[in-house]
């Protein structure tokens, strides 16, 4: 399987989400006995997640700095003496993977082959340039020097044994990139999903391109995992049905949509200006303590990213030829 890189291209006006680690806070949620949702505490900020064992405890993602992974480490300190052994990255982004190098040598990096085959052949100061937007300019990335890879990959589904509890990896296909890693937690019904599925009325950014195989990706999930709860990788927790739900729906219509209006003749600039977002999250309905301003800035990351997948699913749709159900 083809390791596919994220676009770099954007549309005019994109906004990026805001992930600079400067106020940030980790907010620990007890999904079950020992199941810990680490939830930032604005939002779209990274969201971490921590399981333990008997035995030992696994952390998942690492931060955008190895100032926040030596945080993460502090925080999870305070709600286990097991010690971390595994860390696994649920994407290889920047945002969740800079601060590997802040963990130990005794502490096994797991994520997907295709993410770190990402990291091996794209490199760090490409990756960290990809990044650099969402800091808005407030830290830069100057501490990231290194950026270390996964010790143990898998292809398509990897049991860790924490004693006592086991934790399930799996990677289903291209999602918002082509490694996505999903963390469960069989017994809780938990599974941390990184950048490939948020809460429902928050689209997901499209940079692999391909709606088709992302709606492909997700139905084999649905069809796989016994999940009630969904931590993603930013934004709010979500119900596993409605998350999955929506996502299924938007990807579907997306595609059908730019498709027809493309095979119409439309200009993506014309798709841009008129297929909007049917039913876009508002933070007020999730986080009721948000301002105006905060809540503005939250529905135009929503809107960019709708605008992001109109361009991406359009040029996708150009470069294929081959026949394509949803």
Known sequence: MPVIHETSERQAGFVPPNLSPRGLELIPQELADGVYALMANRVPKDNNGLIVGDDAALVIDAGITPGVGHYLQAVVGKLTDRPIRYLANTTYHGDHSFGNVSFGSDVTIVSSRLNKAAMTTMGLEEEKQLRLSSLYGDPDLDEVVSWR?????????CEIDLGGRVVHLWHFGPGNGSGDTIVHVPDAK???VGNFLRHAGIPPMLLAGDPVGYGRSIR?????????TLVPGHGP???AADGIG????????????????RDAGDTVE???A??????PLHLSEVVPSAGPEEADRFDALVRSNHELNVLLAYRWLGSTSSTWAA
Do not use: C, I, N, Q
């Not at 084999?220 to 009630?228: E, I």
């Not at 729906?249 to 027809?260: C, G, H, K, M, Q």
């Not at 008129?274 to 039913?279: H, I, V």
């Open 246 to 261: 929506w996502h299924l729906s938007y990807l579907d219509r997306l595609a059908t949509e730019v498709s027809r209006r």
């Open 220 to 228: 084999s999930l649905k069809a796989t995992l016994r999940v009630d």
């Open 149 to 157: 890879a996964p010790d143990l990959v898998f292809d398509r589904f």
């Open 270 to 272: 014309t798709l841009l």
């Open 274 to 279: 008129e297929y909007t977002l049917d039913d």
């Open 237 to 239: 927790l979500t119900g």
């Open 190 to 192: 938990v599974a941390w």
